[in-house]
């Protein structure tokens, strides 16, 4: 039985990433110039592999990462692979929520639990799930061997945790800006368990997937003291 390559992307660079802010579903943000430059970077240093079909979050910043990295190809855009909707958080920095109640909530509890005007991670996942399973429904009717999916850390990071074996840690689901992990779809694993199985990193010759932009690294870091102190 024939095997396919998924190969999950993650978007450049934006500015929203570089000061550490929340940029979700309603926030279509264009690359940084330095998003630019790195993932130019990444394809001179590293391998992104040759595919027969790339899909796409309808996010500028995807879109405009597809054309860096595949310029050749012709983009099919999943609307279900946007990232989650914070809602009244998007935009903003851990830093300014971090006092909220609503926030330390959600925090808390995000897989039932959703930000003000936002989807929770349960509602998220669903509609990720209901999105890979249309792509992997088309690769597997059209035979496409390789196809790379361009999305969100957040898009990965559920399918990842949910839909993929071997169950990685915390760690290794922060997928850093144009990079991410190939993973394997067998046609009986999926049909019969929705599982795929994580095969490498992306882009092929890296050492890591998470290599995380410095003020994403250090809002963590100050939320994670913070609830620290609390306890």
């Known amino acids: 039985m024939k095997n396919y390559r998924l190969h999950l992307i993650r978007h450049g660079m934006t500015e929203a990433n570089s000061r550490g802010a929340y940029a979700g579903r309603r926030t279509d943000v264009e690359l ?61 920095t851990i830093g300014e929520l971090q006092e909220r109640e609503d926030f330390r909530k959600w925090i808390g509890n995000s897989l039932q639990e959703a930000p003000p005007g936002g989807e929770s991670m349960g509602e998220f996942c669903q509609r990720v799930a209901a999105g890979l399973s249309s792509v992997l429904a088309w690769v597997m009717q059209e035979q496409v061997t390789d196809t790379a999916i361009v999305t969100h850390g957040g898009v990965i990071r559920a399918i990842l945790s949910s839909m993929a074996l071997p169950r990685l840690d915390q760690g290794q689901l922060l997928v850093g ?28 010759g890296a050492a890591q997937a998470a290599k995380l932009d410095p003020a994403f690294a250090a809002a963590m870091e100050e939320l994670t003291a913070a609830l620290g102190k609390e306890e």
């Open 32 to 92: 940084s110039t330095q998003g630019i430059r790195e993932l130019i970077a990444l394809k001179e240093e590293y391998d992104y592999p040759p595919v027969g079909a790339v899909f796409c979050s309808p996010m500028t910043r995807c879109i405009q990462t597809a054309g860096v990295l595949y310029p050749q190809a012709e983009l099919q855009v999943v609307p279900a692979l946007a990232e989650i909707d914070f809602g009244d958080f998007d935009g903003r």
């Open 177 to 204: 800006n144009g990079r991410g992990y190939t993973c394997f779809a067998t046609p009986q694993l999926w049909m019969r368990d929705h599982i795929i199985e994580v095969a490498g990193i992306l882009p092929h």
